[in-house]
């Protein structure tokens, strides 16, 4: 692995169903970062963790979960997905807080119908 | 509240200087990035500036005045590959990333 991946690359789910979309990164960065990116807004953060074992919530964090079991991971949970929930997501990692800057992984496009 | 502020798109020709502007209010202050987005690929850092003045990195330069909330980011002797949108972000108090909507580059021949 080089840097910070996402899975899957794209899905399309069902309402109502539960989704995980999967971040990993190799740089053994301490800070973590969910934001969605929709048409005409900026990045929204989701949820970030400032170290692993810790989480805290961003603009945006309802209907989403996340956890941080160790440093290379950083899953964001979808507990019922609805269609307002259809966006791209990105997962991002910097070496520390905001003064940092921040790598970010391919994406991941979710559509919900 | 806190706001990001930065055109929505704009047209340049290619080998010419084009600069993008971004004005921002924020609770807190601890700098402020560029990032550069290709469509449909992730975004990618450009520059970084927590202190007033000018940095210059190859062809492009991030300027920033704290005392007016204000950033450009110039771009000199412009290619086609420089056709994406770029992300105006500022660090706040708590060292979140405060993101503008982006302003798409176009760059015609």
């Known amino acids: 692995i080089a840097g910070i991946t996402q899975a899957p690359t794209s899905q399309i789910l069902a309402a109502g169903r539960r989704m995980t979309l999967r971040c990993t990164q190799d740089?053994?960065?301490?800070?973590m970062y969910w934001y969605r990116q929709d048409l005409g807004l900026g990045l929204r953060l989701i949820h970030y963790?400032?170290?692993?074992?810790?989480?805290g919530k961003g603009e945006v964090p309802d209907g989403y979960s996340v956890s941080r079991a160790n440093t290379d991971d950083f899953p964001l949970t979808l507990a019922s997905a609805v269609p307002s929930q259809t966006s791209v997501y990105f997962c991002?990692?910097?070496?520390?807080?905001?003064?940092?800057?921040?790598?970010f992984g391919p994406g991941t496009r979710l559509t919900v119908l | 509240g806190q706001n990001i502020d930065q055109p929505t798109e704009m047209t340049a020709t290619e080998g010419a200087i084009v600069q993008i502007n971004c004005t921002y209010q924020?609770?807190?202050?601890?700098?402020l990035f560029w990032y550069q987005q290709h469509a449909g690929e992730a975004p990618t850092f450009l520059s970084y500036?927590?202190l007033d003045g000018l940095e210059e990195k190859g062809r492009f330069s991030s300027f920033l005045s704290r005392s007016k909330g204000y950033s450009y980011l110039l771009l000199k002797e412009l290619q086609m590959k420089d056709s994406a949108s770029y992300l105006c972000?500022?660090?706040?108090?708590?060292?979140?990333?405060?993101w503008g909507a982006g302003t798409k580059l176009i760059i015609k021949p």
């Open positions: 924020t609770s807190g202050f601890n700098g």
């Open positions: 972000a500022v660090s706040d108090s708590n060292y979140q990333l405060i």
């Open positions: 740089m053994r960065h301490n800070a």
């Open positions: 963790s400032n170290t692993a074992g810790t989480t």
């Open positions: 500036n927590v």
């Open positions: 991002a990692s910097s070496v520390s807080g905001g003064y940092n800057e921040q790598f």
